[in-house]
């Protein structure tokens, strides 16, 4: 329940004085109920209390479903823990970033807040402890799903160009087989007529050669008739001088 400004948090006044070496030692993201011993719970709560003046347990906080990220309250999607340690490892400040823009620090393992970070600027009664805190805080977590989501997009655009392409040229030997059956249609039409064709001529030369055939026939037949007419009346006169 300890706020910032209710704390006697020692402040330098030589803002010579050296910059403590610290960095940052681990980081908690996503952060779980289970991951929390109590006094990081309280923590979280003191946090969430700060940011828009909710009571709230640390289980209702990191319960929190995807709807209410627009009320001044912390959702899980936008929180990480980072713990800062100084040069030996040793953890010196709990900080809870989260929201895009915002944070609380505390000294490590305790519930007193020593800065907080207010619309990305960090705020700090101590000169030299805003100083070394103040590059370790750097990106503030961004929420989580939409970066997945910006992460994704080429690729499913990707996969959609790549099926348009394919839709292309499926369309494109379907034309090419489509064309090519029409091409062959037409051939094997002209063959049929071009055999036809053939087929009558033949007709037509048979059909003239029966007919001379006949007509010579008919012509030799007639020939042999007259023949015969002109020897019959030879023969009679024939007889009729011998008797």
């Known amino acids: 329940m300890t706020d910032l400004d209710d704390q006697a948090t020692p402040s330098s006044s030589d803002s ?27 923590q979280l709560e003191i946090a969430n209390r700060l940011y828009g003046g909710a009571e709230e347990t640390a289980e209702e906080i990191l319960g929190r479903g995807p709807d209410g990220q627009e009320d001044e309250r912390i959702h899980p999607r936008f929180l990480e823990l980072r713990t800062i340690v100084d040069a030996d490892g040793t953890p010196r400040y709990d900080a809870w970033l989260y929201m895009v823009d915002s944070g609380s620090i505390f000294e490590a393992g ?24 103040d590059p370790l805080l750097g990106k503030l977590p961004q929420p989580k799903t939409e970066v997945t989501a910006k992460s994704e997009e080429p690729a499913a655009k990707k996969t959609a160009a790549a099926a348009k392409k394919t839709a292309k040229k ?28 053939k087929t009558a001529k033949k007709s037509a ?26 020897k019959q009346p030879a023969a009679r006169k024939k007889r009729a001088a011998k008797k």
């Open 110 to 133: 305790t519930e007193t807040v020593v800065a907080e970070v207010i619309q990305f600027g960090l705020e700090c009664d101590d000169e030299v402890l805003e100083r070394a805190l």
């Open 16 to 42: 010579d004085a050296p910059t403590p070496d610290l960095r940052v030692g681990a980081v908690l993201d996503p952060v779980t109920l289970d991951a929390l011993d109590d006094v990081r719970r309280r």
């Open 170 to 197: 499926k369309t494109a030997k379907k034309k090419k087989t489509s064309a090519k059956k029409k091409t062959s249609a037409k051939k094997t039409g002209a063959k049929k007529k071009t055999g036809k064709k």
């Open 205 to 230: 030369v048979k059909k003239k050669t029966a007919a001379k055939k006949k007509t010579g026939a008919k012509k030799k037949t007639g020939a042999k008739k007259k023949t015969a007419v002109k």
